[in-house]
């Protein structure tokens, strides 16, 4: 946590955070001490999510007429810290981010995404194999180099390690190597350097829609039960208009302000946002006290 918050600390100093449009005029009294900050978790390149979110962010400073300023962060835990420091007013977590970012910032879930039929959308986590390989289970990667996301990744972590422990397999039975993201585990499969990855259904989505993944050429061994999608919070000690303004603006935001996001989160087309509170992720919150999961897992 404290690396992640020196990473931050960079960020904020060196990189100047994304302003979203001019100078907005008549602001409301709950966000008149300055810009809200919104925080994005780094599930995809920053360079790839900064444009996709500035149409989210700019649709939600339109809609409050309150001047909001998006950051991707460095890391899972840094956006954690960042809530709980008080420098974040919003922030888009993974759901096992939210797990931390509720018990240890406050934050209270707003919204998550909807399809266009109007349900709450979900992914999957995967793990993935060369079609020729002789890996068929979970239980066959003992012995084998396995490819996870990043450190505290709802799919890119948590949920591959929970599916090795049911299936029997110690960690120290193969050798886990972090690739520093969703799209670099992909990578570690597609150059050879690994036996399996862990590729979720968003990032494949992504990669196929770029063309650099052939699902053709791979398998896929193990895919995990569906996962709520991420939810937007806010802080616990948001002005109560505050929160309730964010909350109406974002339900009420248009498809097209969402669909950028929606293509990274698998979700095309796009619904409207749609409500979501913490009972939505009790599974979450169930799996990380299954797995004796700490905020030195983040």
């Not at 934050?107 to 060369?130: D, H, K, M, N």
């Not at 039975?173 to 972090?178: G, Q």
């Not at 829609?209 to 999608?229: C, K, M, Q, V």
């Not at 599974?283 to 905020?295: I, K, N, R, V």
Request: charged share 20%; net charge negative.
């Amino acid at each position: 946590m404290a690396a992640s918050a020196l990473g931050l600390v960079a960020l904020s100093a060196c990189g100047s955070p994304q302003t979203q449009s001019e100078a907005v005029t008549d602001v409301p009294a709950f966000c008149a001490d300055g810009p809200l900050m919104f925080g994005i978790e780094p599930f995809e390149a920053p360079a790839k999510l900064e444009p996709a979110y500035g149409v989210l962010a700019n649709a939600l400073e339109r809609e409050l007429g309150c001047k909001v300023e998006m950051q991707v962060v460095e890391d899972y835990s840094a956006e954690v810290l960042a809530m709980r420091n008080g420098k974040l007013d919003l922030g888009q977590f993974g759901p096992v981010g939210y797990v931390f970012a509720s018990e240890q910032a406050g934050a209270e879930p707003l919204v998550s995404f909807g399809t266009a039929e109007g349900e709450l959308s979900t992914y999957t986590a995967g793990i993935w194999v060369p079609k020729d390989s002789d890996i068929t289970s979970i239980e066959q990667l003992r012995d084998a180099d396995l490819a996870l996301g990043g450190v505290g990744s709802t799919s890119g972590d948590v949920l591959p390690r929970y599916a090795l422990k049911t299936a029997g397999v110690a960690e120290s039975e193969l050798n886990l190597n972090y690739a520093g993201g969703h799209p670099e585990s992909l990578l570690a499969l597609t150059n050879g350097t690994v036996d399996a990855a862990q590729i979720n259904s968003q990032t494949l989505a992504v990669a196929k829609a770029e063309g650099t993944f052939d699902p053709a050429d791979y398998r896929e061994i193990w895919t995990s039960e569906p996962i709520p999608n991420d939810p937007i919070t806010i802080r616990a000690d948001a002005d109560p208009a505050l929160k309730e303004a964010v909350k109406t603006a974002l339900l009420e935001l248009p498809e097209a302000d969402i669909a950028q996001v929606g293509a990274f989160l698998d979700v095309t087309p796009p619904g409207p946002l749609l409500e979501v509170t913490k009972d939505t992720y009790q599974p979450l919150f169930d799996l990380a006290a299954e797995m004796g999961l700490t905020e030195k897992d983040l």
